[in-house]
């Protein structure tokens, strides 16, 4: 038996790659802040850094409380989320784990000590074996470039992650306010049609009417009585998936929205090049290139180390009883049965996986940019239709009716009628103006976050 | 109403553009007439000798004498027809108005009139009553072609029969009289002495359907117009017929609506002394206060304008005297709007109350769909009328001239001899032997005067 030390070689390369890489502190959070922020056009903290602690709870909890003192505008909510989504803060803290992951793939692993000691016959034997991974060694650089990839990745996917929650952030809300404004809409029409009721028991009570002509009035009451419930349900349920977004519960879940989606802009967004601002602008497709960086480098590391990766260098020194000998074990896998051809070919798969993944997801991401863009442009037309065409010809009709019914013409079931088809007209409307803040917030998420020609014209 | 020479000064005025077209063609002028106001009658110039009668808003039209055949000249023609101040409409008519001109003969006139057709259709023109040659009778493809869009026709016979006829096309009916073409004819006796009046009108009863708002008629309506018209006027757009005390009168008046019309004349009796076949002998006239007349019929009748005063002339048929009004809106009388009304207010800012205590509008002024006439209105000396369509006013004066048609105002009536307020004790209603007790209700009670009662 021989006991071994094995010592370490190459202490001057130890030294180097010793130093190479930290920890920064706040886990890569500022640099994902900075992209949400600068797409979102809102903060992702209160003071710069995730909240850890009690004092900064209290600072974020001021933070949104003053925002919730006024009915809370889109841009309000999506600060709000980015601040307080439980689901993003999470994701925010993965960026730890992959820092932590880059940081510990630049330490070379420590050596290993193995010390044995035996007895037997009298005699003592002692076995010392320093073992040390020289492989870790060798490709400690590759890992740790792989590693750096693999956090700047993380980066983008966590900096797309926010900008998703500010997305589907933004949609609620335009959802939440439309739906509110819709079952107020249809409180407006029960209340025609209520008002047409009683008119029409009274005119039973006086003789007027059959119990066929009281019976249709009030039926159709009835039947806007239900889709105020309708409406109103689906305006709950529109407000709880924003307050799930906005991450926000007990008193604060009592927050108030505007009574009304905002108008529609001027003129619509003119986007000269919205499939190239995707591919450039996306992060996920950002994530995927590095994606295919990285497994483009994998394949190389693989191709230069399929022997040594199985390469065990060691310096020895063995003591045995009271002489030591020195030398060296080299063990050196011979290619005799694995060429590390599977290997090879492993990563060339895995890397034309990734980069067909790449083209995949530029070819989605243009699809999606087109589609988005032609539906922001219909859904602009459609509620300018409604707003410069069918609501204006709706209270033309309105006033054209109240003439007739100034002539007796017409009667006051017909005014009330017409009041009644104003409102779904008014709904159709607020309908269109809900798809079109919609459609903008689906172009804004196809495009890569805010459209930077769309300052000032945010719901 | 315009004097005769502001007619005639007008008439050839307009006519002068188509002299020299006209010297030409060798056809008489056709005149036009712009002015929906009844025009002063117009003595015949030159021809047998007549007494002219008076169109209610409307004229007669001139001819010339060649070689002793009075030729007239009709243009049909699209017009803009006042139907009262504020309401205009559109329609077919001839020579600048709907209806037509009167056409007035003498018995035994040769009559020659030229037909010009500036309608976009084919047209002709049947002579409604007249005794004539088949070939002049006017049917489209019964008697004659049509008149073709530009052309002109000439009709030629000789007025036969003293009496009252109508002109009015036969072709494309339907449409062309829904649209207001028609007109009336009138042929006088050879001896101006016979069937002598002080004072002659004559007018047609027509009616129009034009949706409030619109102002073309429709020309499918079949029963349910709107618009109930004395030649194309409705009230308050018809001028009284002013009539000198002890005149005696002649109203002629032709149906050519779809439904009857009982005309109705207050303060007097009359008799039918007319038809278009011709005079009633005197010993079959009926007196009369209401007359119908039938749909196609004409009536000529008759009485002395003895008793002075405003007297209403009217349809009695109660929706004929209104103008376009809604005929299914739900009858509102005695129903309860207290809350609804602040209700459907809030729905329908400008809303009011209407009908819950009947259709009267009390002179309320409200806005209208534009090209509207209130359904009711027209305002006397003491209020509102409440009247529309057809209506008018027998205006009966002492010491009028002969030829005065100028409106004389509202009546003065003779201290004591205008219905008034009661205001002294009342006697008990007698009741039917074991009818129950009168209920005390709350309509008669707002009748009474203010400090009679206090429960309110
Ligand atoms: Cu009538």
Redesign the interface.
């Known amino acids: 038996m021989t006991s071994l030390y094995k010592l370490v070689g190459g202490v001057s390369l130890l030294a180097l790659l010793g130093g190479c890489a930290s920890l920064s502190g706040d886990g890569g959070f500022g640099a994902v802040a900075s992209v949400s922020e600068q797409r979102t056009g809102a903060p992702a903290s209160v003071a710069g850094r995730l909240p850890r602690n009690e004092d900064d709870a209290r600072a974020l909890a001021a933070v949104i409380g003053k925002k919730l003192e006024q009915p809370l505008s889109a841009d309000d909510a999506v600060q709000v989320a980015l601040l307080n989504n439980r689901g993003l803060q999470a994701t925010y803290w993965s960026l730890g784990v992959a820092e932590a992951d880059l940081v510990q793939a630049g330490r070379v692993q420590n050596p290993v000590l193995d010390f044995k000691r035996s007895h037997g016959g009298g005699e003592v034997g002692i076995e010392r074996t320093l073992t040390f991974n020289l492989v870790g060694l060798i490709t400690a650089p590759m890992a740790s470039r792989i590693e750096g990839r693999r956090f700047e990745q993380t980066k983008l996917l966590v900096s797309n992650e926010a900008l998703k929650v500010a997305a589907d952030t933004r949609r609620a809300w335009v959802d939440a306010v439309a739906a509110a404004q819709i079952a107020d809409y249809a409180k ?1 029409v029960e ?2 049609a ?2 047409s009721a ?2 029409s028991e ?2 039973r ?5 059959s119990a066929l ?1 009281m019976a249709r009035e009030q039926a159709y009451h009835a039947q806007t009585v239900a889709d105020v419930t309708h409406t109103q349900k689906a305006a709950v349920a529109a407000r709880e998936k924003l307050t799930r977004l906005l991450g926000l519960s007990g008193e604060q879940a009592a927050y108030r929205l505007p009574d009304h989606l905002p108008d529609l802009p001027a003129a619509p967004r003119e986007l000269a090049n919205v499939e190239q601002a995707a591919v450039d602008e996306r992060l996920d497709i950002q994530a995927a290139k590095l994606d295919t960086e990285q497994t483009a480098s994998t394949l190389g590391l693989t191709r230069t180390t399929r022997f040594i990766n199985v390469l065990d260098l060691g310096a020895v020194r063995n003591t045995d009883g009271p002489t030591a000998t020195r030398g060296y074990e080299l063990t050196l896998e011979i290619p005799l049965f694995d060429w590390g051809s599977a290997r090879v070919a492993r990563a060339e798969a895995t890397y034309m996986q990734s980069v067909n993944q790449l083209a995949q997801a530029a070819v989605q991401a243009r699809s999606e940019a087109r589609a988005s863009y032609a539906d922001y442009r219909a859904s602009y037309d459609l509620a300018r239709h409604y707003r410069d065409r069918v609501l204006p010809l709706r209270k033309q009709i ?1 006033e ?1 009716t ?12 017909e ?2 009628a ?2 009644r088809e104003q409102a779904t007209a008014v709904s159709g409307y607020i309908g269109a103006l809900r798809d079109y803040w919609i459609a903008q917030a689906n172009l804004e998420a196809a495009q890569g976050g805010r459209l930077s020609t769309n300052k000032g014209v945010q719901p | 109403m315009t004097d005769r020479r502001s007619f005639l000064s007008g008439a050839a005025l307009i006519g002068a553009g188509m002299v020299t077209k006209a010297a030409v063609a060798s056809l008489p002028e056709a005149p036009v007439q712009s002015s929906p106001a009844t025009q002063a009658p117009l003595s015949p110039p030159n021809g047998r000798p007549y007494n002219p009668v008076v169109t209610l808003n409307g004229w007669t039209l001139p001819w010339r004498m060649k070689d002793g055949v009075k030729e007239f000249h009709l243009v049909a023609e699209p017009v803009v027809r006042e139907i009262a101040p504020g309401m205009t409409a559109n329609l077919w008519g001839y020579n600048g108005q709907s209806p037509g001109p009167t056409i007035e003969v003498v018995e035994g006139d040769r009559v020659r009139i030229f037909v010009t057709n500036k309608l976009p259709e084919h047209t002709s023109v049947h002579w409604h009553g007249q005794r004539l040659p088949n070939g002049m009778d006017g049917v489209t493809g019964l008697t004659q072609p049509g008149i073709p869009p530009g052309k002109t026709f000439v009709y030629e016979f000789v007025a036969k029969h003293a009496g009252t006829f109508m002109y009015h096309p036969h072709a494309d009916e339907m449409a062309q009289m829904a649209m207001g073409m028609m007109g009336f004819w009138v042929t006088h006796p050879r001896d101006p002495k016979q069937h002598a009046v002080d004072r002659d009108f004559v007018f047609l009863l027509n009616a129009y359907d034009i949706d409030p708002g619109s102002y073309t008629p429709k020309i499918n309506t079949m029963t349910d117009f709107n618009l109930w018209t004395f030649n194309s006027r409705a009230f308050p757009g018809i001028d009284p017929m002013v009539v000198r005390k002890d005149d005696r009168v002649r109203i002629r008046v032709g149906n050519l609506t779809m439904t009857n019309h009982p005309v109705h004349l207050h303060g007097h009796t009359f008799e039918v002394t007319g038809t278009d076949g011709g005079w009633v002998r005197p010993a079959a006239r009926w007196p009369e206060v209401t007359t119908d007349i039938a749909v196609g019929q004409m009536r000529a009748i008759e009485f002395i304008a003895d008793e002075p005063g405003d007297w209403s002339f009217h349809c009695h048929k109660s929706h004929h005297t209104m103008n376009a009004m809604g005929h299914s809106v739900p009858t509102m009388i005695g129903v309860d709007h207290s809350g609804v009304a602040e209700k459907i207010n809030n729905l329908v800012p400008g809303y009011m109350v209407m009908g819950d205590k009947g259709a009267a509008m009390d002179g309320m002024q409200m806005p209208l769909p534009e090209n509207t006439l209130p359904m009711m209105t027209g305002d006397g000396p003491f209020g509102g009328l409440d009247m529309g369509g057809m209506f008018t006013v027998v205006k009966v004066r002492e010491g009028l001239a002969r030829n005065d048609y100028k409106d004389p105002g509202w009546y003065k009536h003779p201290p004591g001899s205008v219905a008034h307020e009661w205001t002294g004790e009342l006697p008990p209603a007698p009741r039917a032997p074991g009818a129950p007790p009168a209920k005390a209700s709350e309509a008669m009670d707002v009748k009474r005067d203010g400090d009679m009662h206090h429960h309110h």
């Open positions: 407006q209340a025609s209520q008002a009683e008119l009274r005119m009570k006086a003789g007027n009417w002509d309105s054209q109240l003439l007739r019914y100034n002539g007796m013409l017409m009667s006051v079931f005014l009330l017409d009041a």
